[in-house]
């Protein structure tokens, strides 16, 4: 007899539950102070409260080895305390990436990189990083992806991104919409602000849609809405959109929708080409802008890792340690001397 539901099904089993794994891996008070202190700091600058800084968003395109990630963190904390008068660091800790077509999904979905996509180990691995970041002293950013991770993570993450495939889905912007962080909506793949500007103006309002809560149980989410999203520009079809008169454009847009200071920049995807080799002189480009008068730039991304470039990931394969499996990204030195640099300049932009 043909079967009628789940044919191409192949296991449905169950998950442990939000609360269950909160309670086997905490968030410690100190953690907490930090996530809470870090998101009001954010949304000071998204909403032009604070115009002295830039974030910088910087980090692994993706992390897929727990360890060298740490590594990367206990580099990064000091250079993020020496440059906090000017900087806002706050480490990227992405665990979902989305593939256009297949490819490995991240840290969450397949944390033994090989193609056991073991879940529950990927998001008990995820949570474990971030307390572990967040217990250092730096702030986490990530992207969204899946509509029930939050309620694993999103305690320990200042900063969140809707990326350039799902800023159109209607479930990531109902999904943004009750976040409790400031949340980037990149413009889409084919380089359009509209999309993303109408997604920033969604997840303002209120939604009610199906998810879980604390316990798993399926139920209507009702969100209050999120004011606290912002542009970030990734370039689109092999254009980039970081230039003065792309920002410009931005800028216009956002206060036609009282978008106070949302407008960010990656220096990566699409405005380097995917060459990690041209992130620097757009990073560099964006501190100038900002330097000579452009209040409206709230900070930038960067994809960075312990080493440059980047190496094809294949089951059972041995990889280098430090070097990214997704996007190619900048080296750690160079990271170090561009922020070092860049709050140096801001600062003798302010006392100029």
């Not at 910088?56 to 360890?67: L, M, Q, R, W």
Request: glycine fraction near 8%.
């Amino acid at each position: 007899m043909s079967q009628i539901e789940n044919s191409h099904i192949a296991e449905i089993a169950p998950l442990v539950s939000p609360r269950e794994m909160k309670a086997s891996l905490p968030l410690l008070e100190p953690v907490r102070k930090l996530v809470l202190s870090s998101r009001e700091e954010i949304r000071a600058l998204v909403h032009g409260k604070d115009l002295r800084r830039l974030m910088v968003v910087v980090g692994p395109c993706s992390i897929h080895d727990p360890d060298a990630a740490m590594e990367y963190a206990e580099r990064l904390l000091p250079v993020a305390r020496a440059t906090k008068e000017n900087l806002l660091v706050v480490m990227r800790t992405y665990f979902e990436k989305p593939r256009t077509v297949v490819g490995w999904k991240g840290l969450i979905s397949d944390p033994r990189l090989d193609g056991s996509c073991n879940l529950p180990e990927g998001l008990l691995l995820a949570r474990s990083v971030l307390l572990r970041i967040g217990a250092l002293g730096l702030p986490c950013g990530t992207e969204f992806l899946d509509p029930i991770v939050p309620q694993y993570v999103s305690d320990l993450v200042s900063w969140a991104a809707i990326g350039a495939r799902t800023i159109e889905s209607q479930t990531h912007r109902q999904m943004a919409s009750g976040l409790s962080m400031p949340v980037g909506f990149k413009n889409g793949t084919d380089g359009s602000l509209q999309n993303a500007m109408n997604a920033i103006l969604s997840a303002r309002e209120p939604h009610a849609f199906l998810g879980i809560d604390g316990d798993g149980v399926t139920s209507v989410v009702k969100t209050k809405g999120n004011p606290d999203g912002h542009l970030v520009l990734r370039g689109g079809r092999g254009a980039s959109n970081y230039h003065s008169a792309d920002i410009a454009l931005a800028v216009e847009l956002a206060a036609r929708h009282d978008v106070k200071r949302g407008v960010m920049v990656d220096c990566s995807h699409d405005n380097s080409g995917k060459d990690h080799t041209k992130q620097a002189a757009i990073f560099r480009e964006i501190v100038n802008a900002f330097k000579n008068g452009q209040p409206a730039i709230s900070g930038m991304m960067i994809e960075s890792n312990l080493l440059a470039g980047k190496q094809t990931w294949a089951e059972g394969k041995p990889l280098m340690r430090g070097v990214s499996i997704t996007d190619s990204c900048i080296g750690w030195d160079e990271t170090e001397s561009l922020l070092l640099r860049a709050s140096e300049e801001i600062a003798q932009g302010r006392a100029a």
